[in-house]
């Protein structure tokens, strides 16, 4: 492959955006937004979904024309048309979703695009010793002849960032980096970075998890609404000041009181010894035994893709067990979804466009989907139009969520109104238990903390919920004990009280219990 | 039934099951290349057809067999440009435009063949030639390696492709290609032209495949005369985890099946002809269903490719 | 935008396969009939066809007796469909060409469904006689034939001319394909020296079983040590399987091959490029393989629809069932005057067996 100058010396001193505009049909996704990003800085874009940080990142990357502004490399006007203009200028992405050939090797997707040194032959063992090289000079391990789709998704990002290199990347933008890491991950990725920035690279780091922009960063340009709120050095910067200027008002998060202590009575649901054979992409269960409580919500804790989505589909009925019981306030849970459903079980999927809700119905459809055929939405085999009219209405009103009216194509709606209108679904049917799998991805700051005073309304009542999110500090934060999930196995439950982000980031990982005692 | 177990029957089976295998080969190791660039060509059969026509059409006329197969060749090649128009460019749903392209070939066929031919003509196609050393070895010489060049090119395309795809600048575009379109498309890629590429190549050996029945195995043209091949071969690509050896093995197995149950009926075995022509693709659809087909398949297939989506 | 260019595709095939001879739904029988006409300028079959365009006979002052044949084949088989076809073509041409008979016809009508809708359209287009040239078309003749009282039918492989449901608009024919296929095997067991004889049959059904028991009684009759070797295919068209079946044969030992259907011109190939004899059936199938067909079991139609044109003329719309045999004529063998190892014994041997068979001192099914 043609040599990337990955050792020479950058050649990007500067990138900056100058009164970028962008119009969408319907929206302006970016608003007069200017920034500036030197070698040697990791600059932050804060902002929360829909505020137009992709639609800035697919600018720089080529794949967007501004409508009207400046893009200047070096000083210099240039036009980025494409995405190989940008990799030719020196300008790298790691995309949220991996841009990866997963059938591929490493070596062949990074050789992927490139000329070869032989001509039409491939020189797979020319890209991988350079592979190998570059990644040392990191203090990576990777192998270049593994198949990408067996690396776990740390190593995959390494392969990312890595390919990025290889094309002599001088400035690289970086997607949620961390939204697939483990903490250990994120922490030899920061490392990474940082040793970037020491090299004099240029790093955009996109997000919008307040600790991680304070802990990397040297600066950050929030955006709110497709307008730029400014840019700020991170240095004395607090959690508090970041969010405010994101959200644009103070978010009441959860406190101490919202979780005081509910008479705890006998189990309610307990799941023992549960194992399964393997789902599409994730791990067999193995011997999952835990209980929930009533007026107790347990966080499960876990790298995406260790057993969760088959944990909470074989509770729900959704996917067969080898072995292993269930039992709902003593009596065996047993059936499909539907009678577990009658039987007091609520789940909220993780993938809610998919499995939550039907796109192209509207609201009011999703509302009395599963219990449409019951009173009060049906009389006899008619559904009651105007009771149905009635009580979504209210359930609208009271789950605040935000539509033109009940008969709005639920596709339409933002990430965060969806899923109130599927937890206002599940929660009015007054469930004894509730699994809530990734409740908050993708949903806002403002929803996000709506959701969770659902969640814990529903454990005041002495409702169980099985809480289930790769978000960290979601858990600790709902959380009253807290179960970590490591390849279909339950690595550890603990007492919220006993958690500690450090121990349960190395289960995740895989470490063992045993290791971590001593 | 004694008769069936001779090295004779055996050897007969042989050459029977690489005769058979011929027109199979080219058709499923285009349709290989490609599935594994995302494209579904349904229309296999339609092309083979129009590329058996046009080459017993040429040779008809001039005796010219090299030219039959060129003629066939771009017979092929410009119904498979043609898929690749509807398919990539213009993002038709691969199955409908696939099976229209077949009716298209079918008919277009037929047509020319009554107003050019009328009526079942012959000619004199590609003799069969031992192979070097192969060929003189008493006994299997014969039966195995005696075939004509139509059949050992066919035999030869299977490693090329193998080489093709695993070994070279073009076959990693290809399979970048089929498995994730956006990300060849980020790192230059040209998606369109890669499919382009495979649908045209596709078509030329579809073409070139239905012109070693009419020009090589069989000689005539009738209309209709592929009868299902293009399809069958298809799903030879499905069974052989869209692998040129893979598929080769398919091939082999299904051809193999073919020319065992022709000879069962010879030797009088007493199985019921109903069944005995069952059989071959009974053993496909069993071999389908027990094989992990979905290992290997090629994740972009039939989904069009649109940048930034 | 994605949907309408792939309906287009799909209608612009459509069309072209319809023009290509499987008409879907020949609503314009006219269309069919021009188009039997010019086809009939270069079929190798009708000849005088310029005697035909001038000849306004006695016939044309009436209006032209409409005729319309639906066929599971195409019209150049050299098998089943076009021994129907030619013969039809043929009294064509002896009543005075267009203006006195017209033709339309669907051909490669595998689709009893697509069938159905033809037959149903030709009866109401005004025919004369609507053939469905067909076993498999029984049923939907049944139904059509129910609804047009004043038109006639006819169908075969068939023994049943409507009395079955109470029709008297329905004639039945059927060919007694075991006869000719009784002197195929006596000339085939005589031809061969290896005493091996291959056969190569579609499926194990209707004219084509009789054809190949008849044939195997003959050759049985004729050699008791001969062995005779069946290979079906399982379908009626296809001609690489049917090759395949050929080659195989003569792996086995067969050194005279005969076989049945549409799918035999494959076999034929084979045959010729291996220098085996080949004894033919339903069409002469001499000009695939001028030096190497022996002999064919002609279908002759021509007395049997001329029969039933005089029997509609006169106001009889069915009722009968004709058979083709050796003694009235409906079945001939026809020996190729291209082949030259015929013997004068073997000539004798035929000519004596279909005395016999005429006769009936010799039963071709055992």
């Not at chain 2, 693709?281 to 940048?307: D, E, H």
């Not at chain 3, 595709?9 to 023009?19: K, Y």
């Not at chain 3, 290896?194 to 009684?217: L, N, Q």
Request: proline share 5%; charged share 15%.
């Amino acid at each position: 492959m043609v040599a990337a100058a990955q050792q020479a010396a950058p050649t990007i001193s500067s990138l900056e955006l100058f009164n970028i505009t962008k119009r969408f049909p319907g929206v302006v996704a970016n608003n007069r937004v200017s920034f500036e990003v030197r070698a040697g800085e990791v600059h932050a874009l804060l902002g929360e979904n829909g505020a137009g940080k992709s639609t800035l990142m697919k600018i720089i990357y080529g794949l967007y024309q501004p409508d009207d502004g400046q893009i200047l490399l070096n000083g210099q006007p240039v036009t980025i048309s494409s995405p190989q203009d940008a990799i030719a200028r020196g300008i790298g992405m790691i995309h949220q979703h991996f841009m990866l050939v997963p059938s591929l090797t490493v070596a062949e997707n990074v050789a992927l695009g490139l000329k070869s040194s032989r001509g039409m032959r491939l020189d797979l063992d020319v890209v991988a010793a350079k592979v190998e090289r570059l990644a040392a000079s990191y203090g990576l391990r990777v192998d270049p002849r593994a198949e990408v789709s067996r690396l776990s998704v740390g190593e995959q990002q390494r392969v990312e960032i890595i390919k990025a290199l290889y094309r002599g990347a001088d400035l690289l933008v970086l997607d949620e980096p961390t939204a697939v890491l483990t903490p250990q991950e994120a922490d030899d990725l920061f490392r990474m970075l940082r040793q970037m920035r020491e090299e004099g690279r240029a790093l955009i780091f996109i997000s919008h998890k307040l600790r991680e922009v304070l802990a990397l960063c040297d600066r950050v340009t929030v955006l709110r609404d497709g307008r730029q709120v400014g840019t700020f050095p991170t240095a004395g910067m607090s959690r508090g000041e970041l969010a405010r200027l994101m959200v644009g008002r103070e978010i009441a998060a959860p406190h101490a009181e919202d979780r005081a202590p509910v008479p705890v009575g006998p189990p309610l649901l307990q799941v023992r010894g549960l194992s399964s054979s393997a789902g599409a992409g994730g791990p067999a269960l193995r011997e999952v035994s835990f209980e929930l409580s009533p007026g107790e919500i347990l966080g499960l804790a876990g790298v995406s893709g260790n057993g969760q989505r088959e944990l909470a589909d074989v509770i729900a009925g959704l996917r067969p067990s080898s072995a292993g019981e269930i039992s709902l306030g003593g009596a065996p849970l047993v059936g499909g979804p539907g009678e577990r459903m009658a039987a007091g079980l609520s789940y909220i999927p993780e993938e809610r466009m998919r499995d939550g809700a039907i796109m192209d119905f509207s609201v009011e459809e999703n509302l009395i989907l599963r219990d449409h055929t019951r009173p009060p939405y049906a009389r006899g085999p008619f559904l009651d139009t105007a009771r149905v009219s009635t009580v979504c209405r209210e359930l609208i009103t009271r789950f605040a969520v935000k539509t033109p009216g009940p008969q709005t194509p639920i596709k339409s709606l933002s990430g965060g109104n969806i899923q109130k209108v599927i937890m206002a679904r599940e929660l009015a049917r007054e469930p004894r238990v509730l699994i809530a799998a990734q409740p908050t991805r993708g949903v806002d700051i403002g929803a996000t903390a709506y959701i969770h005073r659902l969640l814990l309304d529903m454990r005041a009542r002495g409702g169980a919920v099985l809480l289930i999110s790769e978000d960290l500090d979601e858990i600790l934060a709902l959380a009253d004990r807290i179960a970590v999930i490591h390849d279909g196995e339950i690595a550890a439950i603990m007492p919220r009280a006993e958690a500690d982000p450090e121990r349960i980031g190395l289960l995740m990982a895989g470490a063992s219990t045993e290791s971590l005692s001593h | 039934m004694e008769q069936l177990l001779t090295i004779g029957t055996l050897l007969g089976v042989l050459h029977s099951m690489i005769r058979l295998a011929t027109p199979y080969l080219y058709a499923a190791i285009g349709e290989t290349l490609g599935q594994r660039s995302g494209l579904l060509n349904l229309g296999v059969e339609g092309m083979m057809l129009m590329g058996a026509y046009v080459g017993f059409y040429v040779v008809f006329t001039t005796g010219s067999l090299l030219g039959g197969v060129l003629a066939a060749a771009l017979a092929g090649a410009l119904l498979g440009l043609m898929m690749a128009l509807v398919s990539v460019t213009f993002r038709a749903e691969q199955g409908i435009s696939g099976i229209g392209m077949y009716l298209f070939g079918l008919g277009l066929s037929s047509l020319l063949f009554k107003l050019t031919l009328g009526t079942v003509q012959s000619v004199s196609g590609f003799p069969e030639v031992p192979l070097p050393l192969l060929g003189s070895i008493p006994g299997i010489g014969p039966s195995l390696f005696t075939h004509s060049v139509m059949v050992y090119a066919a035999f030869a395309l299977v490693p090329l492709a193998a080489y093709v795809l695993n070994r070279t600048t073009w076959g990693l575009n290809i399979r970048a290609v089929g498995d994730n379109p956006q990300a060849a498309d980020a790192l230059g890629v040209p998606v369109a032209a890669v499919r382009y590429a495979t649908a045209t190549i596709g078509g030329l050996l579809a073409g070139v495949g239905g012109a070693s029945l009419s020009i090589s195995a069989l000689n005539i043209f009738q209309e209709n005369l592929t009868g299902g091949i293009g399809f069958i071969a298809v799903a030879l690509v499905y069974f052989g985890g869209w692998r040129p050896v893979g598929v080769l093995l398919g091939v082999l197995l299904f051809s193999f099946v073919s020319a065992l149950q022709l000879w069962l009926q010879v030797t009088g075995v007493g199985l019921p002809s109903d069944l005995a022509v069952m059989l071959p693709y009974l053993l496909t659809i069993l071999a389908l269903a027990v094989s992990n087909r979905r290992a290997g398949q090629p994740s972009a297939l039939t989904k069009p490719f649109t940048r930034g989506a | 935008m994605r949907r309408t260019l792939a309906l287009i595709a799909l209608s612009l095939s459509l069309l072209l396969t319809a023009c290509g001879g499987a008409p879907a739904a020949p609503a314009a029988p006219t269309a069919a009939a021009t188009e039997a006409a010019t086809a009939a300028a270069d079929a190798p079959t009708a000849e005088p066809t310029a005697a035909a365009a001038e000849a306004p006979t006695a016939a044309a002052a009436t209006e032209p007796f409409k005729v319309a044949i639906v066929m599971p084949s195409g019209i150049t088989d050299l098998a089943w469909s076009q021994s129907m076809y030619d013969a039809l073509k043929a009294i064509q041409t002896e009543m005075g060409g267009e203006s006195a008979m017209t033709i339309s016809y669907s051909e490669n009508m595998f689709n009893v469904t697509d069938a159905a809708a033809a037959i149903r359209d030709y009866a109401s287009s005004g025919n004369k006689l609507v053939i469905a040239h067909g076993t498999q078309y029984g049923t939907s003749l049944f139904e059509v034939a129910a609804d047009f009282p004043e038109t006639a039918f006819a169908w075969g492989t068939a023994t049943d001319a409507g009395e079955s449901a109470g029709l008297k608009n329905i004639f039945a024919y059927n060919a007694k394909a075991e006869e000719g296929g009784y002197i195929n095997g006596v000339i085939a067991a005589m031809l061969s020296k290896s005493g091996t004889i291959g056969v190569i049959g579609p499926v194990e059904a209707g004219d084509a079983k009789t054809y190949i028991d008849g044939f195997t009684a003959g050759a049985m009759a004729t050699n008791p040590a001969a062995s005779v070797n069946k290979i079906y295919t399982g379908s009626f068209g296809d001609t690489a399987k049917a090759a395949e079946a050929a080659s195989t044969e003569i792996a086995a030992g067969a050194d005279v091959l005969t076989g049945s259907a549409q799918q035999v011109v494959g076999a034929i190939g084979i045959a010729k490029d291996k220098g085996i004899p080949w004894l033919g059936t339903q069409s002469d199938q001499s000009s695939l393989a001028p030096e190497l067909v022996v002999a064919t079991q002609v279908y002759d139609w021509d007395s049997t629809l001329k029969d039933m044109f005089a029997k509609i003329n006169a106001g009889t719309y069915g009722g009968t069932a004709y058979n083709l045999t050796l003694a009235n004529g409906g079945l001939k063998i026809a020996f190729n005057p291209g082949y030259t190892g015929v013997s004068p014994e073997i000539k004798a041997a035929a000519e004596a067996a279909i005395k016999g068979i005429s006769d009936g001192t010799i039963k071709a099914l055992p």
